[in-house]
């Protein structure tokens, strides 16, 4: 078998540790680019993505994509909406992607938004 590499450890370290506390929360899924992040919240239960958000929407346009302000921004706008779809408690799925800089910015921005997790 191949050696996987930090991340994809990182990832499957993360995504094990969130099968074993059950798929009762929504999952709040993040992805971050040189230049863009990315978040949704998903329910596995369903299949289904109840609500999304991203540093390339006309919204976030003012800011731009790679700062922790624009991070901050985009967990902000991820929470109005995930709370207009009745979703207020979610699990954080950092991915394999180190809870540091924007990651960390984004899932601050989100708690201020109103999210529990």
Request: glycine share 10%; aromatic share 6%; charged share 30%.
């Given at each position: 078998?191949?050696?996987?590499?930090?991340?994809?450890?990182r990832r499957r370290r993360v995504?094990?540790?969130?099968?074993?506390?059950?798929?009762?929360?929504?999952?709040?899924?993040?992805?971050?680019?040189?230049?863009?992040?990315?978040?949704?919240?998903?329910?596995?239960?369903?299949?289904?993505?109840?609500?999304?958000?991203?540093?390339?929407?006309?919204?976030?346009?003012?800011?731009?994509?790679?700062?922790?302000?624009?991070?901050?921004?985009?967990?902000?706008?991820?929470?109005?909406?995930?709370?207009?779809?009745?979703?207020?408690?979610?699990?954080?799925?950092?991915?394999?992607f180190i809870f540091h800089g924007?990651?960390?910015?984004?899932?601050?921005?989100?708690?201020?938004?109103?999210?529990?997790?």
């Amino acid at each position: 078998m191949a050696k996987l590499s930090l991340f994809d450890q990182r990832r499957r370290r993360v995504r094990t540790a969130l099968r074993a506390k059950g798929g009762a929360r929504p999952r709040l899924s993040i992805h971050r680019t040189s230049q863009h992040i990315y978040a949704q919240v998903i329910d596995d239960a369903r299949g289904v993505t109840v609500a999304a958000a991203s540093t390339l929407e006309k919204d976030m346009r003012s800011v731009t994509g790679a700062t922790k302000d624009a991070a901050v921004s985009v967990g902000k706008l991820l929470a109005e909406r995930a709370k207009a779809a009745g979703v207020s408690q979610v699990v954080f799925d950092r991915g394999g992607f180190i809870f540091h800089g924007r990651v960390k910015a984004l899932a601050e921005g989100a708690r201020e938004g109103g999210l529990e997790f």
